[in-house]
């Protein structure tokens, strides 16, 4: 069989592979997180009230994110209901997507004239395999959902920029222009301005980079471009203002945008190098190489470039300037924000897998054994870690601990056993990673998602008949009960649920009502509900951290 017949379907085998790995018990786990139920809990608001304009949390007007998430989720919950699988799937079709674009990027450069045979397939590894698109990817997230729609923006960018240089006719690079600004009108309704400052930004490093303009065509586009981004970006921004006016205004743009990144005003702040630490664990397990290609920045940007470069790889070189830019200019915007999560960050991964993907692909050669070497050195530090954190805690069993360490420890070894095949670690180190998080999702973390989610305590409760029963006092840790007892939540007069603070507001807010309540309770602090003679308390169940405790009038 022909050598590009077996990569090909290599390829499709990968995909198939990328699909079960990425689909795979999305519904295994509870909600976790202040996040991701609240997100679940608007969609699922939006659905029952038939709105797809106004987001709602507990009833209460919630314009924290846009609608594209919304929708897809609202979506998903048609098809297969209200479940967290439907709920999460929209995060893992973003993620494929993700993936696929960086594919369709790096294969459109394979394909120049040049000598680039496999490139595409280490880039579409690198991506699959990386631990912040794997992750984000198993929860209901905006972040993904807007890593997906900027992906594809900058992909549709490039491969017009790439047709550019190379000659091509207009025809398909008007496509691929339209298909540009249809994902930057995405992007805005993914997660709102950020939407449009990442691409804009990005591309202007990239042109600055490059010490060039635009070409003529893709700047008239912007004639027809962003009129037909605003187009698909007003589907939901012109309804939402025209009902909500002044309001919305306020606290999706000023508040969630403005505030948020000039200030610590929703209590994210970090050191302004803190992504300089969150990126390296983001891109595990191949930070190493990662490191090892952005030492090469100066070929990218043509300040070093040999005459056999300039020949054999100039469209992987373009590609890795691009990446550079892309890479570049979300660390420096974010890492000057007053507000700092792991996910904002998310978009700059997929310029990450482009460039360890040429890593990856240059090992045959000779280049970066000692990224390969340090990769391995970790694979063999989390086998390792497993068997140490086994024996020292007692949370994880010691059967298990191994099932986990013995294939880190082939992945580990197999640097030093294939040392004139490099490949062949990469693909047991990629292999070892999907299996090793298969492991870990089914059998180790439900255990630790248990300690933060209400789900179970709520089924204790209604197993015990509080199912209608009102919660008043949630844990500001946990979320959860907005989503697992959604209607049954009392919120404030500010629109945020009630908060526990001491244990005489649980019971004066019960001898007031003169009903039974629920209470989310620190363990610690149960004793002081159960001695007030005023107040007959049940502790019905707790998860390690906090009990629920049902309150009743005397």
């Not at 987001?55 to 209200?82: C, N, Q, R």
């Not at 091509?168 to 600004?181: D, K, M, T, V």
């Not at 470069?309 to 000057?336: C, K």
């Not at 990856?360 to 970066?368: E, K, N």
Request: glycine share 8%; net charge positive.
């Amino acid at each position: 069989m022909h050598p590009s017949t077996l990569a090909k379907r290599g390829t499709v085998l990968l995909f198939l592979v990328i699909l079960a790995f990425y689909f795979y018990g999305l519904g295994h786990l509870p909600f976790v997180g202040p996040d991701e139920p609240r997100y679940v809990q608007v969609a699922r608001e939006m659905l029952l009230r038939d709105d797809l304009v106004t987001p709602t949390l507990g009833g209460h007007t919630w314009f924290e994110k846009p609608a594209l998430s919304y929708w897809m989720m609202i979506l998903s919950f048609k098809i297969f209901g209200v479940t967290e699988w439907a709920a999460r799937l929209p995060s893992a079709i973003s993620g494929v997507l993700t993936i696929v674009a960086v594919f369709v990027m790096s294969r459109r450069v394979e394909g120049t004239p040049n000598n680039l045979q496999g490139y595409a397939f280490y880039s579409l590894i690198a991506a699959a395999t990386m631990m912040g698109i794997i992750v984000f990817s198993q929860a209901a997230s905006f972040d993904i959902v807007l890593t997906m729609t900027i992906t594809w923006a900058l992909a549709f960018y490039f491969l017009n920029d790439l047709g550019e240089h190379s000659g091509e006719s207009e025809g398909p690079r008007n496509w691929l222009l339209a298909g540009f600004y249809i994902f930057i009108g995405l992007s805005l309704l993914a997660k709102g301005l950020i939407g449009i400052v990442m691409p804009v930004g990005i591309l202007s490093l990239h042109h600055l980079f490059q010490r060039r303009l635009p070409g003529r065509k893709t700047l008239t586009s912007m004639v027809w471009g962003l009129p037909l981004a605003l187009i698909v970006a007003g589907t939901w921004y012109g309804p939402v203002i025209w009902r909500h006016g002044w309001l919305f205004i306020d606290q999706f743009f000023i508040q969630h945008h403005f505030a948020r990144y000039l200030s610590n005003k929703y209590h994210h702040a970090q050191p302004v190098y803190y992504y300089l630490i969150v990126v390296p664990l983001l891109t595990l397990p191949w930070t190493a190489f990662l490191i090892d290609g952005l030492r090469h920045f100066k070929s990218w940007l043509g300040l070093s470039k040999t005459a056999v470069e300039q020949r054999s790889e100039r469209s992987l070189t373009l590609l890795m300037g691009f990446a550079l830019a892309w890479f570049l200019y979300p660390l420096v915007f974010f890492s000057f924000s007053g507000s700092k999560l792991p996910g904002y960050i998310l978009p700059i991964l997929p310029s990450a897998a482009l460039i360890i993907g040429r890593q990856l692909w240059r090992l045959p050669a000779g280049s970066g054994g000692w990224a390969l070497k340090t990769t391995g050195a970790l694979y063999l530090l989390f086998a390792i870690g497993a068997l140490g954190y086994s024996r020292t805690t007692g949370n994880l069993p010691f059967t298990l601990a191994l099932v986990l360490a013995l294939p880190l420890l082939v992945a580990g070894f197999s640097v030093f056993l294939f040392r004139r095949k490099p490949s062949k670690s990469i693909a047991i180190m990629a292999a070892i990673t999907v299996f090793a998080l298969v492991v870990v999702m089914h059998f180790v973390a439900p255990a630790f998602a248990e300690r933060e989610s209400s789900r179970r305590l709520l089924q204790l409760a209604a197993a015990r008949g509080y199912s209608q029963t009102a919660i008043y006092g949630m844990q500001r840790s946990d979320r959860t009960p907005e989503f697992y007892a959604a209607g049954r939540i009392v919120y404030g007069s500010d629109g945020e649920p009630v908060m526990y603070e001491v244990p005489n507001q649980v019971i004066e807010e019960c001898r007031k009502r003169n009903e039974v309540l629920l209470a989310f309770v620190a363990i610690g602090e149960v004793n002081q509900l159960s001695v007030v003679s005023s107040v007959q308390t049940e502790v019905i169940g707790d998860n390690g951290r906090f009990a629920i405790v049902a309150v009743r009038p005397r």
